[in-house]
């Protein structure tokens, strides 16, 4: 499928997709401006978007290939590629793991998942295929056991593993927890999530000579929407568009209005124009992100618009607990987070789950378990006094008090379709 001019996308869209033709039926004939036309509404996007009498679509679904999506929380939602525009997929994001550091000749494991109309360990292996250079594919997949995964990446001497920061955490896990390394690992290929600190600590003991990359930023229902940019260091958030085929825009979460310095915070809105079947002119892509470099395009990813989680009347954010165990963890022990969120008493309850090495009532001995007791302190008190709203709700019996429960990385709920983590877990009775 070629790229194709934004006027014309937006024609066609209007003539053969009645979604399209009713959101842009105030507009004049030609439109050539991107900001020409209004950002789509995601709730209305997927409520035309249906399995049965599909208003967004601008053909029969008669050739093409269905994904699900919908994130570790979401309801799940189908996207829709042709044999063609698949394929423009592909082939762009590959070339784009080139500049993640893929090189000829290497051996790559696919540790994403597969099966259920999931996309990602086929898009990655796919991606692999249409790459610019050449590589040997090893489709293990995120549902192997992971002794067979270890066995698999020795030996065929994998030099990139490829997988959610996630499941390469759980494979890092269960190495360190066996005294073992795999030092012949070159690079670390993660998507699909954010990479943080506590993460990289628990891969460095595991792959210590591998550098974690980011393969690139895209999503199934957004399409393309990031390449790696070489020579970003350490900061694998920084990426830039996939450029003919995407227009990206970051726009002021208030008026809407085009963001063009750099660093100022905006939500990610995504055009595709190699992508006729199911249209995606201005879909938010649930980002927010940050230029870097406006002259080169350069984005840096500042994680999800909206990623957090309401007990009672008090909103937490991701970014605030991940803040303040950062602040608190000075002997870097925790490796991963999740919040958990309760109900208990006619009260709600957030439980903030931290993964060590060693957890108290498991493994910990008494000293280290006194340590631990110290950490969870530290950590409640400072996201108490980030939050004030928290401690506040407590005193007057809205909530009950932050707690800290400690597990293994492994304990840690994943999505069982993708492998992702699922950052907040919300257990509490719905009628």
């Given at each position: 499928?070629?790229?194709q001019?934004f006027?014309d996308?937006v024609r066609?869209a ?8 009713e959101?842009y039926a105030?507009?004049?004939p030609h439109?050539?401006?991107i900001?020409?036309v209004?950002?789509v509404d995601?709730?209305?996007f997927?409520a035309?978007n249906?399995?049965s009498d599909?208003?967004?679509l601008t053909a029969?679904?008669g050739?093409?290939?269905?994904f699900?999506?919908?994130g570790?929380?979401?309801?799940p939602?189908?996207s829709?590629?042709?044999?063609e525009?698949?394929?423009?997929f592909?082939?762009a994001f590959?070339s784009?793991?080139?500049d993640a ?5 290497h051996?790559?494991a696919d ?5 259920e109309l999931?996309?990602?360990f086929?898009?990655?292996?796919d991606?692999?295929?249409h790459a ?17 995964t270890l066995?698999t ?12 920061p996630?499941?390469?955490c759980?494979l890092?896990?269960h190495l360190?927890?066996?005294?073992r390394?795999?030092p012949?690992?070159?690079f670390?290929?993660?998507?699909g999530?954010?990479?943080f600190?506590d993460q990289r ?6 792959f210590?000579?591998a550098?974690?990359?980011s393969?690139?930023y895209?999503?199934v229902d957004?399409?393309?929407?990031g390449r790696?940019v070489?020579g970003?260091?350490e900061d ?9 085929h995407?227009?990206?825009?970051i ?5 809407g209005e085009p963001i063009?310095?750099?660093?100022r915070?905006?939500?990610?809105v995504?055009?595709q124009l190699?992508?006729?079947l199911?249209?995606v ?8 992100a940050e ?7 350069a ?5 999800r618009?909206?990623e957090?989680v309401?007990?009672?009347p008090?909103?937490l954010y991701w ?14 022990r925790v490796?991963?987070m999740q919040?958990v969120v309760?109900?208990?008493?006619g009260?709600d309850?957030?439980?903030l789950?931290?993964a ?5 009532g498991?493994d910990?001995?008494?000293q280290?378990?006194?340590g631990?007791e ?7 008190t400072?996201?108490?006094?980030a939050?004030?709203?928290y401690?506040d709700?407590v005193?007057t019996g809205?909530?009950h008090?932050?707690r800290?429960?400690?597990?293994r990385h492994?304990d840690?709920v ?8 699922v ?9």
């Amino acid at each position: 499928m070629p790229v194709q001019q934004f006027s014309d996308l937006v024609r066609f869209a209007r003539d053969h997709s009645p979604f399209y033709a009713e959101l842009y039926a105030d507009l004049p004939p030609h439109v050539s401006r991107i900001t020409d036309v209004p950002v789509v509404d995601q709730d209305a996007f997927w409520a035309a978007n249906t399995l049965s009498d599909n208003r967004v679509l601008t053909a029969p679904l008669g050739e093409a290939v269905v994904f699900k999506t919908g994130g570790t929380t979401g309801t799940p939602r189908f996207s829709c590629f042709t044999r063609e525009e698949w394929q423009e997929f592909v082939t762009a994001f590959g070339s784009g793991m080139v500049d993640a550091g893929l090189r000829p000749g290497h051996r790559v494991a696919d540790l994403f998942y597969a099966g259920e109309l999931y996309a990602s360990f086929l898009f990655i292996l796919d991606s692999l295929a249409h790459a610019p250079v050449a590589n040997v594919r090893l489709p293990i997949g995120g549902g192997a056991p992971l002794e067979s995964t270890l066995a698999t990446i020795e030996d065929f001497a994998a030099d990139v593993v490829a997988g959610t920061p996630t499941t390469l955490c759980r494979l890092a896990e269960h190495l360190t927890s066996a005294g073992r390394q795999l030092p012949g690992v070159e690079f670390l290929f993660f998507g699909g999530e954010a990479l943080f600190d506590d993460q990289r600590r628990l891969l460095s003991a595991a792959f210590p000579q591998a550098t974690p990359r980011s393969l690139g930023y895209a999503s199934v229902d957004g399409g393309l929407l990031g390449r790696p940019v070489p020579g970003a260091g350490e900061d694998t958030r920084t990426h830039r568009p996939f450029a003919p085929h995407t227009l990206v825009e970051i726009l002021d979460e208030t008026t809407g209005e085009p963001i063009r310095e750099p660093g100022r915070p905006g939500r990610v809105v995504v055009t595709q124009l190699y992508r006729r079947l199911m249209p995606v002119i201005r879909y938010p892509a649930g980002d927010r992100a940050e230029w870097t470099d406006t002259e080169g395009g350069a984005f840096r990813i500042l994680g999800r618009a909206e990623e957090g989680v309401r007990v009672g009347p008090v909103s937490l954010y991701w970014q605030d607990v991940t803040n303040a165990v950062a602040e608190a963890d000075t002997d870097c022990r925790v490796t991963g987070m999740q919040l958990v969120v309760r109900r208990w008493e006619g009260r709600d309850g957030l439980v903030l789950r931290l993964a060590t090495a060693t957890a108290p009532g498991l493994d910990a001995p008494d000293q280290d378990a006194a340590g631990l007791e110290v950490l969870a302190k530290e950590v409640v008190t400072g996201l108490n006094t980030a939050r004030p709203l928290y401690p506040d709700s407590v005193a007057t019996g809205f909530v009950h008090p932050l707690r800290v429960e400690w597990v293994r990385h492994r304990d840690l709920v994943v999505n069982s379709r993708s492998g992702k983590l699922v950052r907040v877990l919300d257990e509490r009775p719905t009628a």
